[in-house]
């Protein structure tokens, strides 16, 4: 009995580091994942994105995907999306002064004109027009 208790008391031992390993393995390959999908958007964001698209580049389902990437950063992929687009239109406007405010959305990956302006203006709290004439030196 006592070389039985011994056995079963070093398996559940194991069986908890194991577990332990297990968890670490999956938080860091869950973090590498969500820096993928952030690194994905970063390169990519000119182009019409979709979560599934995201999800297919780092293997992963979309609803799984779309979880980890809102757990990892706070934000849904469309949040996150339209922040990082409007942040380099800001970069665009502030850089070249002159330069059409369609041209700025088709170049941070809005087709629609409207959406840019209604999504700047949310984000923002004024529109492209007002931003370039604050950031004008």
């Known amino acids: 009995s006592n070389p039985e208790k011994t056995a079963k008391a070093v398996y559940r031992m194991l069986s908890s580091v194991t577990s332990f390993f297990s968890r670490q393995n999956n938080e860091r390959s869950m973090t590498i994942c969500a820096r993928e999908m952030v690194e994905y958007i970063h390169t990519n964001y000119m182009y019409n994105l979709s979560l599934i698209d995201m999800a297919k580049f780092v293997h992963l389902h979309p609803k799984y995907a779309s979880t980890l990437f809102s757990r990892n ?3 849904t992929f469309v ?13 665009i406007i502030t850089d070249n002064p002159e330069i059409s405010q369609d041209l700025v959305a088709s170049m941070v990956g809005y087709e629609n004109q409207r959406n840019y302006y209604k999504v700047f203006k949310k984000i923002c709290d004024y529109t492209p027009g ?8």
């Not at 949040?79 to 970069?91: C, D, F, G, P, V």
């Not at 007002?130 to 030196?137: D, G, L, Q």
């Open 73 to 75: 950063t706070g934000k």
């Open 79 to 91: 949040q996150y999306l339209n922040y990082y687009r409007i942040s380099k239109a800001k970069e």
């Open 130 to 137: 007002e931003y370039r004439k604050k950031s004008a030196p």
